[in-house]
């Protein structure tokens, strides 16, 4: 009985094994690449202790500037050549200019529905002419210079209060948390620096980071969606959706509030309301566009926390 169970689990094995080297010894369309395994491809070479990039640095001098790889059931081209990247990124930049959609990111920008990683469509277009002409004009830019002076003094100012009395400054802490202060300024009005709200804030950016750059096995092998529920990311993301929605909306309300002060100098959100209310792009813009909108400002704080 046993040997049958063995005959009948490691028969298809043999036979997957064999099917796949005779194919690589065809001519292949694809740039030369590692060897992978069926079903997973290439996933199970990529150590989470060590950096992918030198990883791929690695196999680049073996395979050369183009190789092939699969992660899981995803083909994948890496390029490790400036002459290749120009060709991607600048001369056929059109072509490649769509981003695929991942689990976590797909969530937590509302279906894709901000500027960072979407689809190229007209409402990305759209949506990136606000950021241009509205939210990053220079105009705007330098109506909040003096909130970014603001908060680097405040820095500055704390260093010197610290060495004064002989404390250690933490740097990367300190910088992270100029960040969120400027970002919350000059996108929701708030300062948000001190009590339960910087703390919430800070908590939920914490947990935003860790669900960015989460592993779930459906981004890769879709058919096994399931494990990421059993392994409790699934709920650990809507959690945290939940989470920041709840956020976003407490800030729109807040400036949907007639008697809230009016500031000499709108915030970002207040501009996108603005728009939306006077009908002012050629697209519907949505509740869900100016959340999706916001969450851009998550992406630049987790950056500067990931270099910090």
């Given amino acids: 009985m046993i040997l049958l169970l063995l005959a009948v689990v490691i028969l298809p094995l043999a036979i997957l094994f064999v099917s796949n080297r005779r194919k690589r010894r065809r001519k292949s369309p694809y740039p030369p690449g590692p060897p992978g395994l069926p079903f997973i491809g290439n996933l199970h070479q990529f150590d989470p202790s060590t950096t992918p990039h030198?990883?791929?640095?690695?196999?680049?001098?073996?395979?050369?500037?183009?190789?092939?790889?699969?992660?899981?059931?995803?083909?994948?081209?890496?390029?490790?050549?400036?002459?290749?990247?120009?060709?991607?990124?600048?001369?056929?930049?059109?072509?490649?200019?769509?981003?695929?959609?991942?689990?976590?990111?797909?969530k937590l920008t509302y279906n894709s529905s901000g500027v960072s990683l979407a689809p190229y469509s007209e409402s990305w277009r759209e949506l990136r002419k606000i950021c241009v002409l509205h939210l990053l004009s220079n105009k705007q830019v330098l109506l909040f210079r003096p909130v970014r002076e603001d908060e680097v003094f405040r820095?500055?100012?704390?260093?010197?209060?610290?060495?004064?009395?002989?404390?250690?400054?933490?740097?990367?802490?300190?910088?992270?948390?100029?960040?969120?202060?400027?970002?919350?300024?000059?996108?929701?009005?708030?300062?948000?620096?001190?009590?339960?709200?910087?703390?919430?804030?800070?908590?939920?950016?914490?947990?935003?980071?860790?669900?960015?750059?989460?592993?779930?096995?459906?981004?890769?092998?879709?058919?096994?969606?399931?494990?990421?529920?059993?392994?409790?990311?699934?709920?650990?993301?809507?959690?945290?959706?939940?989470?920041?929605?709840?956020?976003?909306?407490?800030?729109?309300?807040?400036?949907?509030?007639?008697?809230?002060?009016?500031?000499?100098?709108?915030?970002?959100l207040d501009l996108l309301?603005?728009?939306?209310?006077?009908?002012?792009?050629?697209?519907?813009?949505t509740w869900n566009h100016i959340k999706a909108i916001l969450v851009v400002g998550n992406h630049l704080q987790s950056f500067i926390s990931a270099i910090s």
């Fill in 54 to 106: 030198i990883y791929l640095w690695r196999l680049a001098k073996k395979y050369g500037p183009l190789m092939f790889m699969k992660m899981g059931s995803k083909p994948v081209l890496v390029i490790s050549s400036p002459k290749i990247a120009k060709q991607v990124l600048k001369t056929h930049d059109l072509v490649f200019s769509s981003r695929p959609r991942f689990l976590a990111h797909n």
């Fill in 155 to 268: 820095m500055i100012r704390n260093l010197s209060v610290g060495a004064r009395s002989g404390e250690v400054a933490d740097l990367s802490l300190m910088i992270v948390a100029l960040t969120s202060t400027s970002t919350c300024r000059t996108a929701f009005g708030k300062t948000n620096d001190e009590g339960s709200g910087q703390r919430r804030f800070d908590e939920l950016l914490i947990e935003f980071q860790a669900m960015q750059g989460g592993f779930f096995l459906s981004d890769y092998i879709p058919s096994l969606g399931w494990v990421d529920k059993l392994t409790g990311m699934i709920s650990r993301l809507d959690k945290i959706y939940k989470d920041f929605d709840g956020f976003y909306q407490e800030l729109i309300d807040d400036h949907l509030d007639p008697n809230r002060p009016k500031s000499a100098n709108p915030d970002f």
């Fill in 273 to 285: 309301i603005q728009l939306k209310q006077e009908n002012l792009c050629s697209i519907d813009l």
